[in-house]
């Protein structure tokens, strides 16, 4: 069923300001229950950055832009709400290729028990570090399994939480001193101390003994996923997520308006006012009980007319999406590239590489060794790419970027993100036998396919603030003085936070979208329906 042209009624029980993955659950939700429930989204579709897209003219790749993989999506949205949506799971888990005594290797995690312990051994020249790695990520699944059911239940107290946990050192770990300490303490070896640090930074700008604990946040989010901390491809790229949920919310009742923008909501607590714009410069209004915003907290302020936020949200990394004729071949013989860009294909990644790109771009610099990850969906979904692109071989290539803040490209957004791409692909080519240039696929006006978005190309397009893919720095789960109930209320009674930038927000999870619905059935404010 296609979006309505507009609204099809003066007031409604819900109205749901973004039409992003959140905004689209907590409307399936909502109207599953029998509420009246309107979504307004600014962009011509739905699906915010979780979408498909065909990036490179006259090619039939459908890429998942800007999100490409699913970790914290809780099974229980899923069947609550009958998503046709599957996820697979990836073969290997990551890849980093090295360089030792003049000769090309590198560490494969996956495929194994037996072989990612081989691989250690012939890395690291012992069993030591394996067994570290093996007691480490125990020790993480522990705390995984305890606290992912929590994320959609009302939050936790932070003592009832660590009691959940029930594991002292791994509570101390990851919840009270920085994370740096328990990887120098357990790792020996830099490149894996830097594998195992790079959750701790993936949209987050830190170093691995920040005081704040903002990377300790961020690694928890990261292995908490599914209570295993999986990442898995999402099957027909994340567009097919969001379709699926504007098809379940439509479904069950929710009206859902494209190319409408929330510009004003004006609440008394009891009721709301939200005024709106069309692309045609048209302007209207709804009534509603329940807002839910679907955006991130700057977003909200300046729809209810207060002050934005502080501090400030800054994202700081780069998108490169990427369509390849064949995958490159590598300078370490010793992998097959389909195993090495199966996974996470990490790049100038070592712990002392993390550090460096840090301090420089702290300082002002970009990264000279600017650090990346990467990886292939259409190894493990080929369904993204058109039959004839699968059967010549065709492969994509996502690389997330870390350590370049937007400050980096006020200057000249162009000019920079042009040198920065330069110097990541150098990086990689660092470890390929051939040039990553000469396995590009041409789009259909001979150009090279490969797209890069820098902090702010997603402010400018998706309007993350500052570009910050979580809309702002993550938080622990669990309650404090401001975080309400569910982590999504605001100062306002019938006002709510359904986006990224909600409490357990980030990634594409749906969480925020179902606490915030949770919290609206909770309410008893609107009557159940017959």
């Given at each position: 069923m296609p979006a309505l042209s507009s609204p099809a009624r003066a007031s409604y029980d819900a109205v749901i300001v973004g039409g992003g993955h959140n905004g689209l659950v907590a409307a399936a939700y909502l109207a599953r229950a029998g509420r009246t429930v309107l979504v307004l989204e600014r962009l011509g579709h739905t699906g915010g950055a979780a979408v498909s897209?065909?990036?490179?003219?006259?090619?039939?790749?459908?890429?998942?832009?800007?999100?490409?993989?699913?970790?914290?999506?809780?099974?229980?949205?899923?069947?609550?709400?009958?998503?046709?949506?599957?996820?697979?799971?990836?073969?290997?888990?990551?890849?980093?290729?090295?360089?030792?005594?003049?000769?090309?290797?590198?560490?494969?995690?996956?495929?194994?028990?037996?072989?990612?312990?081989?691989?250690?051994?012939?890395?690291?020249?012992?069993?030591?570090?394996?067994?570290?790695?093996?007691?480490?990520?125990?020790?993480?699944?522990?705390?995984?399994?305890?606290?992912?059911?929590?994320?959609?239940?009302?939050?936790?107290?932070?003592?009832?939480?660590?009691?959940?946990?029930?594991?002292?050192?791994?509570?101390?770990?990851?919840?009270?001193?920085?994370?740096?300490?328990?990887?120098?303490?357990?790792?020996?070896?830099?490149?894996?101390?830097?594998?195992?640090?790079?959750?701790?930074?993936?949209g987050t700008f830190a170093d691995a003994h920040d005081p704040t604990l903002l990377q300790n946040r961020c690694f928890l989010y990261h292995v908490v996923g599914g209570g295993t901390g999986d990442w898995d491809v999402p099957v027909g790229g994340m567009g097919a997520l969001t379709d699926a949920l504007a098809d379940a919310a439509r479904a069950a009742g929710a009206e859902i308006v494209t190319g409408h923008e929330a510009t004003r909501v004006e609440t008394d607590g009891d009721r709301a006012e939200i005024a709106f714009r069309t692309k045609t410069g048209h302007t209207g209004s709804v009534a509603a009980r329940h807002v839910l915003v679907n955006a991130s907290p700057r977003a909200l302020a300046a729809l209810l007319g207060d002050e934005p936020p502080l501090p400030a949200a800054?994202?700081?990394?780069?998108?490169?999406?990427?369509?390849?004729?064949?995958?490159?071949?590598?300078?370490?013989?010793?992998?097959?590239?389909?195993?090495?860009?199966?996974?996470?294909?990490?790049?100038?990644?070592?712990?002392?590489?993390?550090?460096?790109?840090?301090?420089?771009?702290?300082?002002?610099?970009?990264?000279?060794?600017?650090?990346?990850?990467?990886y292939c969906h259409s190894l493990t979904d080929p369904s993204i790419l058109a039959p004839d692109l699968v059967e010549r071989g065709y492969q994509t290539l996502t690389l997330f970027g870390l350590h370049t803040p937007a400050r980096l490209f006020a200057r000249d957004n162009d000019a920079v993100r042009d040198e920065l791409l330069k110097a990541t692909l150098d990086q990689l080519d660092a470890h390929l036998a051939e040039p990553i240039a000469d396995c590009l696929a041409e789009d259909g006006d001979g150009r090279p396919c490969v797209e890069a978005k820098t902090p702010l190309d997603l402010e400018r397009e998706l309007r993350l603030p500052g570009g910050h893919i979580f809309h702002r720095d993550l938080a622990f789960p669990y309650a404090t003085a401001d975080t309400g109930r569910w982590g999504v209320e605001t100062a306002h009674a019938n006002v709510l936070l359904c986006g990224a930038g909600a409490v357990r927000g980030g990634g594409v999870s749906g969480v925020p979208g179902h606490n915030a619905a949770m919290a609206v059935l909770e309410s008893g404010r609107i009557p159940a329906a017959g």
């Amino acid at each position: 069923m296609p979006a309505l042209s507009s609204p099809a009624r003066a007031s409604y029980d819900a109205v749901i300001v973004g039409g992003g993955h959140n905004g689209l659950v907590a409307a399936a939700y909502l109207a599953r229950a029998g509420r009246t429930v309107l979504v307004l989204e600014r962009l011509g579709h739905t699906g915010g950055a979780a979408v498909s897209t065909r990036p490179f003219a006259g090619v039939d790749a459908r890429l998942s832009r800007y999100s490409y993989l699913v970790s914290l999506l809780p099974r229980k949205i899923v069947d609550d709400l009958g998503l046709r949506f599957a996820v697979r799971k990836r073969t290997v888990s990551s890849y980093t290729p090295a360089e030792r005594g003049g000769r090309a290797t590198g560490l494969l995690v996956g495929g194994g028990a037996d072989r990612t312990r081989a691989s250690f051994t012939a890395l690291t020249g012992g069993d030591a570090e394996y067994a570290a790695w093996r007691s480490f990520y125990a020790s993480t699944l522990r705390v995984a399994e305890r606290v992912f059911p929590t994320l959609t239940e009302p939050l936790p107290e932070r003592a009832e939480l660590r009691a959940r946990v029930d594991d002292e050192a791994a509570w101390r770990m990851l919840f009270e001193e920085p994370i740096g300490v328990a990887i120098e303490e357990r790792f020996a070896d830099d490149l894996v101390r830097g594998v195992v640090l790079t959750d701790a930074l993936i949209g987050t700008f830190a170093d691995a003994h920040d005081p704040t604990l903002l990377q300790n946040r961020c690694f928890l989010y990261h292995v908490v996923g599914g209570g295993t901390g999986d990442w898995d491809v999402p099957v027909g790229g994340m567009g097919a997520l969001t379709d699926a949920l504007a098809d379940a919310a439509r479904a069950a009742g929710a009206e859902i308006v494209t190319g409408h923008e929330a510009t004003r909501v004006e609440t008394d607590g009891d009721r709301a006012e939200i005024a709106f714009r069309t692309k045609t410069g048209h302007t209207g209004s709804v009534a509603a009980r329940h807002v839910l915003v679907n955006a991130s907290p700057r977003a909200l302020a300046a729809l209810l007319g207060d002050e934005p936020p502080l501090p400030a949200a800054e994202g700081a990394q780069l998108k490169v999406n990427m369509l390849l004729r064949r995958l490159p071949r590598l300078r370490d013989r010793g992998v097959d590239p389909r195993d090495a860009f199966a996974g996470t294909f990490h790049i100038a990644e070592g712990y002392g590489q993390l550090a460096t790109a840090y301090e420089e771009a702290a300082g002002g610099r970009l990264p000279s060794a600017p650090p990346s990850e990467i990886y292939c969906h259409s190894l493990t979904d080929p369904s993204i790419l058109a039959p004839d692109l699968v059967e010549r071989g065709y492969q994509t290539l996502t690389l997330f970027g870390l350590h370049t803040p937007a400050r980096l490209f006020a200057r000249d957004n162009d000019a920079v993100r042009d040198e920065l791409l330069k110097a990541t692909l150098d990086q990689l080519d660092a470890h390929l036998a051939e040039p990553i240039a000469d396995c590009l696929a041409e789009d259909g006006d001979g150009r090279p396919c490969v797209e890069a978005k820098t902090p702010l190309d997603l402010e400018r397009e998706l309007r993350l603030p500052g570009g910050h893919i979580f809309h702002r720095d993550l938080a622990f789960p669990y309650a404090t003085a401001d975080t309400g109930r569910w982590g999504v209320e605001t100062a306002h009674a019938n006002v709510l936070l359904c986006g990224a930038g909600a409490v357990r927000g980030g990634g594409v999870s749906g969480v925020p979208g179902h606490n915030a619905a949770m919290a609206v059935l909770e309410s008893g404010r609107i009557p159940a329906a017959g």
